[in-house]
């Protein structure tokens, strides 16, 4: 039986897969039991690796680090593409203020630390290594590490890792807790939050509608659709017109006659107006009369027309059809021209078949190709993220270079990568489902890996010494900041819930509250706030962990 007695204990590869399995495997199940209501979901594999590492199971230094970082890598890059897209757009609008509040729970997280040096005499290193647990930030601990090589010159250097372990379990919980505690405090309804920011991101008066209008203004009365459209200040598309009892598709040409009917499509909130500047609703639904003509839902598939605006296509003047609106994750857009397309984009389009078939050759509509993985891409951009987070950037009156890391550099890339891509031909597009499993991966591996390093030690140095003690000023950190910012965000400025749980994950770059707040509704609202912040943070735990190691010590 020395097999088993190998595979439990020596440190082989066979062993370090059977205990990241059992790892993930049983915080994985455990994290989905509720205690009053509430459960930890995935981060409590972090606490099953802590639980696993302390009763003596444990695997090779170096191969936990590499399955950390990679495993951290894979998150933020997979977060990355699925918020790409729609990251610019939420930086213009409201994306300020939430740096804004981010800087803020920095800052004070760092004034808590000298207060807490003043109040109770603790060495400001070990409370550096506290506060880079309690924020779950391990690049500022490895800054605040280098910052005392230089300022020991030759002396021994305090380990500041055991105030990071001991912090570390509670800061992540402490997030959560917060979160917590803001939605019992508040009485907030999660799937009202949902509601009412997808209605913020598109507004419903943005959602296309449609309407069969009577031609009765005579300032129409022999004009092009080209004209009648230049000539009405909103943006509208006529998809189908019926003439003497004969339905037609709507060219820019196609010349609109007294008592025609046409169907319209525009945002709702516009729409009484051009029905008002054309004539009156009709009592019949042009949606319901066929003809020649059929309506169609194709796929954007092919790579070449990725990241074109609609109307540099030309599709309805040389296909004679009308593209009325674009179902995109879910969403449904009006079709202006003016729309870039992405990949797996739902286009209706109107028109009669051949033309349709036409308009499918150069659109693709290939579901498979949609269901092939872009693994070039998605391993040039990991390449790319690490090489962009390697590079130190100096700072006037800071000795040791700033680095984004292996978690900002690789997310950088991944928004750009997602919005941009289609310039270089790189198409970085996953299903949601392939985004999901990617992202899960990579969050179980780098829990599993930082609660195995973490248990081994853990047990000892809470009950010896000031592990207590720590743990305390570790909370006071994770919890003070982010309670004031969190409340204040909500009372005051009357931001979105969900928004306000991507707030606190990024402010604390922690990945597995992240992914705590994604559990708790379907919505990209904590993922996009998370990466609208994520940058500017990670500097500046890194900047502040060197800043008060070099100015107080």
Not at 19 to 28: D, K, N, P, S, T
């Amino acid at each position: 039986m020395d097999w088993i007695s190998d595979l439990l204990f020596k440190e082989t590869v066979a062993h370090t897969i059977f205990i990241y399995c059992i790892v993930i495997a049983l915080g994985v199940f455990l994290g989905k039991i509720k205690i009053f209501g509430v459960s930890l979901g995935i981060a409590f594999v972090l606490f099953t690796g802590i639980a696993l590492g302390h009763f003596g199971f444990s695997a090779n230094h170096e191969v936990v680090d590499f399955i950390r970082d990679f495993g951290l890598i894979l998150f933020v890059f997979s977060i990355g593409l699925q918020v790409g897209p729609g990251f610019f757009s939420s930086f213009k609008k409201g994306g300020f203020t939430l740096n804004l509040l981010a800087m803020i729970i920095v800052l004070l997280g760092g004034l808590t630390v000298v207060v807490l040096h003043f109040i109770t005499g603790t060495s400001v290193p070990m409370l550096v290594g506290v506060m880079s647990g309690a924020v779950t930030n391990t690049p500022g601990l490895g800054a605040a590490q280098q910052a005392l090589i230089q300022v020991s010159e030759g002396a021994e250097v305090p380990r500041i890792s055991i105030g990071y372990a001991v912090a570390y379990p509670l800061g992540v919980l402490g997030i959560i807790i917060t979160m917590l505690i803001i939605r019992k405090a508040l009485n907030i309804n999660i799937r009202q939050e949902q509601t009412m920011y997808n209605q913020d991101k598109h507004p419903v008066e943005q959602m296309p509608e449609k309407a069969s209008i009577v031609v009765t203004n005579r300032r129409v009365f022999g004009e092009t659709i080209r004209e009648i459209t230049s000539g009405i200040n909103h943006s509208f598309v006529i998809s189908r017109v019926l003439h003497n009892g004969d339905l037609i598709p709507a060219g820019s040409d196609t010349i609109i006659y007294e008592n025609d009917i046409i169907l319209v499509v525009a945002q709702k909130g516009v729409l009484p107006s051009i029905v008002a500047q054309i004539g009156i609703i009709s009592k019949m639904d042009l949606t319901a009369k066929s003809g020649k003509l059929i309506s169609r839902r194709i796929l954007v598939t092919n790579k070449d027309v990725f990241g074109k605006k609609l109307g540099s296509l030309k599709l309805r003047s040389r296909y004679n059809i009308n593209i009325t609106r674009v179902y995109r994750s879910g969403i449904e857009l009006l079709a202006s021209p003016e729309l870039r397309l992405q990949m797996g984009d739902k286009l209706t389009v109107v028109g009669d078949e051949e033309s349709i078939e036409k308009v499918i050759n150069e659109l693709g509509n290939s579901i498979k190709r949609l269901d092939e993985p872009n693994l070039i891409p998605i391993f040039l951009g990991i390449l790319l993220g690490v090489l962009l987070g390697s590079i130190p950037f100096r700072i006037p009156g800071i000795v040791n270079p700033v680095k984004l890391g292996l978690a900002g550099g690789p997310l950088i890339v991944a928004i750009l990568l997602s919005k941009y891509g289609y310039k270089f031909q790189l198409v970085s597009y996953t299903t949601p489902s392939a985004n999901l499993m990617l992202r899960e991966i990579g969050i179980v591996l780098f829990l599993a890996s930082v609660g195995i390093s973490a248990g081994e030690k853990f047990i000892q140095t809470l009950v010896s010494g000031d592990g207590f003690v720590w743990m305390g000023y570790g909370a006071i950190i994770t919890l003070l900041p982010l309670l004031l910012v969190g409340f204040f965000s909500r009372l005051i400025l009357k931001r979105n819930y969900l928004e306000i749980c991507g707030l606190l994950s990024g402010s604390m770059t922690d990945p597995p509250a992240l992914a705590f707040a994604n559990s708790i509704a379907r919505s990209e609202a904590p993922a996009v706030a998370y990466a609208t912040i994520y940058p500017l943070v990670m500097f500046l735990r890194i900047f502040v962990a060197q800043l008060l190691i070099l100015l107080m010590v």
